[in-house]
Structures are given as structure tokens and as C-alpha cells.
């Protein structure tokens, strides 16, 4: 008898503990807010920078491609003979501003100081001839010196005196070396002829075009051989990661909805097998369902835009696909979601 009471008691607990663990279970299960909506595709029209003609075109549709990955070439080759002919420029510009920083060359005063002793040799020579014509013409009453003779004498003297104060200014030049002026400007010159060679390899560098985050190629829109320009796409990328989820949450659960909650996103190619996600953005704007929405309520309801933040390394989730989120409002992350 005691046995059947025991057994009894027994199962009134387990049943007791059954309904409680029900009622819980459904109470949680009626908490977590679920919506529907969509892998959202964002997409990246991929144009070089410059103009030219296309020689290689390194992927296919469909291909994933990594960020810096090289994706296609231009034809370059006339900017590398233009970059060749810069550097050609710059490197002389550079020596001639090291001529002027060094100053003058020791033989260059040496030379310069022999013609100033040369000029100086010639004017006392010439100012000898001259008063020695003047001499003999005051001696012989101007008959032993003509007046011709005397002026050429003196017009010698004069010319030779004007060559070696021309002498002596080039010496004090040379001893002084370049202007301030003149390095200055020949240090903005090197810096020109360097921009532009700098140009030159910038723009061989935009030769190849680069993929700038990682992503899918959507569309190549040109081949080897076309002439590309920056109005013209060359691909169409659509970005992988991070992948973001669009859905519309009504205005009775958006205060149960808060940045940094968990999330779990169910496809229904994996309906078993669910992505974790954040929320990382809540629209502060209301606006009518899109058509495109799933909702118990009628389709001209008020809804607010969420966006849920995924890391689907595995790629189950495919760009544009309609997928399901379930939002747990009890559970957050601390801070914000990036």
C-alpha cells in the first residue's frame, strides 16, 4: 500500500515538473520575435582610374576574390617610357643642384685669379704704352708720336683697365659661389621634375585594378582588348563579408528589439542549421511594408527596418536569399555591434 502511494506521489512530480517545464518553454518560445526578410546585396561597380587599352582579365564570373586581389592589367608600357624619361630629368636636375650646394671648384678660383693677374699684367702694360707715347709726344712737340697713335695708347689702356675690373668681379663671384636665389630655385625644380615622376609610377600602379574588400564578381563587363576609362565599369562585385539581413520589425516589438541582441538566421536550404548574427542597425524612421515582406499583419502596416549583422564563414547564406531571424530581447551583447 505504501509502495502505490510512493509510486503515485512519484508521478504526480514528474508530471507537475513536465508542465512547468512546458510552460516555461512555451513562454520563452512566445517571447522570441521572429522575422522575415532578406541577404541584403550590396555591389561595387570596379572601373580603372585611367584610360587605356585591357591586356589581361584575371577572373571569371562567380570567381570569389579576395580585397587587393589583382583583377585586370592596362597597357602601360608608354607610361613606363615616360616614367623612364622623368627620372632621366630628375637625376640631372639633382646634379646640377649638388653643382650649386658645392660652390666653386678650387681650379675654377684658381683659373679665375690667373685672369685677373693676366688682366692685370695687360692694363700696367698698356698704361706703360700710353705714357711712354705720351712722353715722346710731349718731348718731340708731337712729332716723334702722332695723335692717332696717342689715342689708340690711350683707348688701349682704358680697355685693358675695363678687362681686369672684369676679371676681378668674375674672381669675387667665384669666391662668393651661387645665390641663395639660384639653389632655391634649383631644389623646386628637382622637386617638380620628382612629382612628376612620382605621377608617372601612380599612374602605371592604376594599370591594375585591384579588388577593394572581399566579394564575388557578379558581371565582367569587358574583355582583353577593350578600351577601358573610369566611366566604364569593368566588373561587378558584390561583397561577401560582412553579410548583413533586412528585415522589418512592427512598431509593437521595436522596444523589444535593442543594438548588440543576438540573433539567429535559418535558411531554408539549412533549416536545421542556423547562422548567429547581431543586431547592428535599427531605423529611427517608420515606412510601409515592402512587398517583398512576410507578415501576419496587413502589408500596409508600419514597420521599422533592422539590419542583423552576420559572420557566415561557412557560406550557407547566399546574397539576396529570404531567410528567418529569430531575436531572443532577453539576449544582449555588451556594447555596441560594429
Not at 29 to 44: F, P, T, W
Not at 82 to 93: C, E, H, I, S, V
Request: no cysteine.
Amino acid at each position: 500500500m505504501k509502495k502505490s502511494v510512493i509510486a503515485a506521489i512519484a508521478v504526480v512530480l514528474v508530471l507537475a515538473a513536465g508542465l512547468v517545464w512546458w510552460i516555461v518553454r512555451g513562454h520563452h518560445a512566445s517571447d522570441e520575435i521572429v522575422l522575415h526578410g532578406n541577404v541584403d546585396i550590396r555591389q561595387v561597380s570596379l572601373a580603372f582610374d585611367g584610360s587605356g587599352r585591357v591586356t589581361q582579365v584575371a577572373v571569371e564570373e562567380g570567381d570569389a576574390v579576395r580585397a587587393g586581389q589583382v583583377l585586370a592589367r592596362l597597357d602601360t608600357v608608354t607610361l613606363g617610357l615616360q616614367a623612364r624619361n622623368a627620372d632621366a630629368q630628375a637625376a640631372a636636375m639633382r646634379q646640377n643642384l649638388r653643382k650649386l650646394q658645392n660652390g666653386t671648384r678650387p681650379e675654377d678660383l684658381a683659373q679665375a685669379r690667373a685672369r685677373v693677374a693676366s688682366a692685370q699684367a695687360s692694363a700696367a702694360r698698356a698704361a706703360d704704352d700710353y705714357k711712354r707715347a705720351q712722353s715722346v709726344s710731349a718731348n718731340t712737340a708731337g712729332r716723334g708720336v702722332s695723335g692717332q697713335e696717342l689715342d689708340q695708347a690711350r683707348s688701349a689702356s682704358q680697355m685693358a683697365n675695363a678687362q681686369l675690373k672684369e676679371a676681378s668681379e668674375a674672381l669675387n663671384l667665384a669666391v662668393r659661389g651661387p645665390r641663395a636665389e639660384d639653389i632655391a630655385a634649383a631644389e623646386a625644380q628637382v622637386k617638380s621634375a620628382e612629382a612628376q615622376l612620382a605621377l608617372f609610377h601612380h599612374q602605371i600602379d592604376q594599370g591594375e585594378l585591384k579588388s577593394p574588400a572581399d566579394a564575388v564578381v557578379r558581371s565582367r563587363l569587358l574583355e582583353v582588348g577593350d578600351m577601358a576609362t573610369p566611366q566604364k565599369p569593368v566588373f561587378e562585385l558584390a561583397l561577401t563579408s560582412p553579410k548583413w539581413i533586412r528585415v522589418y520589425v512592427e512598431e509593437a516589438d521595436l522596444g523589444r528589439v535593442r543594438i548588440g541582441q543576438q540573433a539567429r538566421v535559418v535558411s531554408d536550404s539549412f533549416p536545421d542549421q542556423s547562422v548567429a548574427g547581431t543586431v547592428g542597425f535599427i531605423s529611427s524612421v517608420a515606412e510601409f511594408t515592402p512587398k517583398s515582406v512576410e507578415t501576419e499583419s496587413l502589408r500596409t502596416a508600419l514597420v521599422y527596418e533592422v539590419r542583423v549583422r552576420v559572420d557566415d564563414k561557412e557560406g550557407r547564406l547566399r546574397l539576396g536569399q529570404p531567410v528567418t531571424v529569430r531575436i531572443d530581447p532577453g539576449n544582449t551583447k555588451a556594447g555596441r555591434a560594429p
